[in-house]
């Protein structure tokens, strides 16, 4: 699997902490596809895209503004490749506001193009996870399942049209819903193509063997280089 011819930029500089630490993932990912890296994502101009072949977003934290965030709405509408991942997946993208340490519905709607692309939202009341354990993911088309150290995320809304690629059973035992839970999943917005995991929550979660494989094969269906 080759991924090293791929041109790869990173968008990342802030997470929930001390939940995510995105200078501690963004390491890992920036060596396993050899990618730039911009820490301030607010100052993305459409520049920055030319020529990348994907971009991965690991960010949780303050909009990016107009201009950089249309630069990137821009990008994935007009072919780009898009990957991003676990805590992108809820905060102020989506116009959530923290209130006595629990997300609440903000007074605006939020990144609504964000929510688009990644095909899902979260509605703040169901935001939740089993505790932390392992557990098999399974592919549906039946390649081999791998296996996560990870938080499994439960109860995300996916959006018309997305196609999930990946799913695990979320333990009743460990405060799951004793659902199928989907983990990973792919997205068309406009020309561009979109891929999503709720995996990732730390660097342990990243050195599961079967998660550098999967992104590694999201990375290459995205950027159309199968
Ligand atoms: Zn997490």
Known sequence: MNTAALVVLILTGSSDLPHHHWDQ????LREWFNARVIEE??????????????????????????????????YVRGG???????????????GMVQLEGKWRTGP????????????AHWE?????????TRFQVEWREGSPAFEADDEL??????????????????????G??????????TNAYGQGRVWFTTLGHD????????????????LQWAARKE
Do not use: C
């Open 25 to 28: 993932t963004t390491p890992i």
């Open 41 to 74: 994502p607010s100052r993305l101009r459409p520049g920055d895209l030319k020529g990348v072949d994907a971009v991965i977003v690991n960010y949780h934290g303050p909009r990016w503004g107009e201009q950089a965030e249309r630069a990137l709405e821009d």
């Open 80 to 94: 780009g490749a898009l990957l991003a991942f676990h805590q992108s997946s809820y905060g102020p993208f989506f």
């Open 108 to 119: 605006t709607r939020g990144w609504e193009a964000w929510s688009r692309m990644i095909g």
């Open 124 to 132: 703040p009341e169901k935001i939740g996870h089993a505790r932390r």
């Open 153 to 174: 995320y439960h109860r995300l809304t996916l959006h018309e049209g997305v196609k999930v690629l990946a799913e695990a059973l979320s333990p009743k035992d460990l």
């Open 176 to 185: 799951g819903t004793g659902e199928r839970e989907p983990l990973i999943w």
């Open 203 to 218: 660097p342990r979660a990243f050195l599961q063997p079967g998660m550098r494989e999967a992104f590694s094969r999201g």
